[in-house]
C-alpha cells in the first residue's frame, strides 16, 4: 500500500489503549479533528531540539511551493536561546510575524515583524519601535523623560519630567516660523536669539 495509512472520512484512527488518554483522530468533511482525554497536544522532536507546525495550502500547479504558516519552537541548542516563531510562507519565503525569545530566565523579549522587518519589539527595559508612530486620536501621555536625538551629535533636545524643563543642548535649536525666521540656541558660550539670514521683520518684546 506504498507505506500510507488512509482513514476515510467519518472514521476515527485511535491511538493507546488506556482509558483517559486515549487520542482520537477523525475526518469530518475537509476537518482533521484531533481530540484528545487531557487537555494538551505535544510535539516533540530530538532533531536539534526544533518542533514545527505548518498549515500548508496546495495551490495547484505550484505543488513544490510553500503557500500557508507556521508555528516554531526552536529550543536553540547548543545555543541556549529559545524562540517561538509564528510566521508564514509565499512561494517558498518564510516570513516572521512573531517572535517570542528567551535568553535565559531573566531577559526575555516579544518582536513583531511586518514582511520579515522588524518593527515592534518588547524588552526588559521597555519597548523600542522600529519607524513611524501613528496616533489617529485622543492625546499621547508620556510620563517619564523624553529625548529627541538630533541627527548631529550631542545636539539633542530632552524633556526633564522631575525639572519640569524642556532643555536644548549646545547649538540644538528652538526655530519660530514655517521657515524658521527666529532661531533661539546656545553654542556653549553665547545666548542667540536670531532671524534668518534674510533679515525681513523685528523683535518684538512686550
Known sequence: FNNILSVAAGSTFIIGDNVGITTHATISGDDLIIETATPRLSLYSNVNEISEIKLLERVPGEENLKHGAFIRYDGGSPDPDNYLI???????????????????????????????????????????????????????????????????????????????????????????GNGGDVRIYHDGSNTYIEPVSSGVGDLIVG
Open 86 to 176: 509564528i510566521g508564514g510562507y509565499n512561494d517558498d519565503t518564510e516570513y516572521k510575524f512573531i517572535e517570542a525569545y528567551r535568553a535565559n530566565t531573566t531577559s526575555y523579549a516579544l518582536k513583531f515583524y511586518n514582511n520579515n522587518s522588524l518593527k515592534f519589539e518588547v524588552k526588559n527595559t521597555g519597548v523600542k519601535v522600529t519607524g513611524n508612530i501613528e496616533v489617529t486620536s485622543g492625546t499621547s501621555d508620556f510620563q517619564g523623560d523624553v529625548r529627541f536625538d538630533g541627527q548631529t551629535a550631542d545636539r539633542d533636545i530632552y524633556f526633564d519630567r522631575s525639572e519640569n524643563s524642556l532643555i536644548a543642548y549646545d547649538n540644538a535649536q528652538f526655530r519660530v
